[in-house]
């Protein structure tokens, strides 16, 4: 390859860096409203990833204390949450974060989470990064029936 072939072909290359990032899309994004001085919340989302395999790693928020991602788990006939290190998101998948399921729980709030109030929250992701998400708080009965 002819130097000024390679020039090009570099130019090219760090011109459409951007557009080979990794793509994920995060939607639905929800937590349900806690009554004074409860301890915890949760929050919900979907995730649509666009691009190549991913790991959501952790979550952020200056609502609570600790943010945790969590999962439900059969323990001796008792369905139990449990902290996981991470959830796998595919390549060309949507993983959907709902009661009874995978969710996010926010530890230590610093105030009640309140029906129509939002706030945000920062998820990162191996290889898409971090996103930032605005969590709308919705009524304690919202996605009772989810499963």
């Known amino acids: 390859m002819s130097r ?5 072909f570099l130019v090219l290359f760090l011109a459409a860096g951007p ?9 639905d ?3 349900k409203a806690t009554p ?3 301890p915890m919340g949760a929050a919900f989302l979907t995730v649509d990833n666009l691009g190549g395999d991913d790991l959501l790693r952790s979550a952020t928020s200056d609502v609570a204390e600790a943010v945790e991602l969590h999962s439900h788990v059969m323990e001796d006939s008792v369905m139990r949450m449990r902290q996981i290190e991470g959830v796998p998101i595919p390549a060309g998948s949507t993983v959907a974060f709902k009661p009874g399921g995978l969710h996010i729980m926010l530890i230590g709030l610093h105030s009640a989470l309140q029906a129509g109030s939002s706030f945000p929250m920062t998820l990162i992701f191996d290889k898409a990064g971090p996103v930032t998400v605005n969590v709308t708080v919705k009524a304690p009965t919202a996605g009772a029936h989810s499963n």
């Open 4 to 8: 000024t072939s390679f020039a090009a």
């Open 36 to 38: 004074e001085g409860a």
């Open 29 to 31: 994004v929800w937590a």
């Open 19 to 27: 557009l080979a990032a990794q793509e994920v899309s995060v939607h």
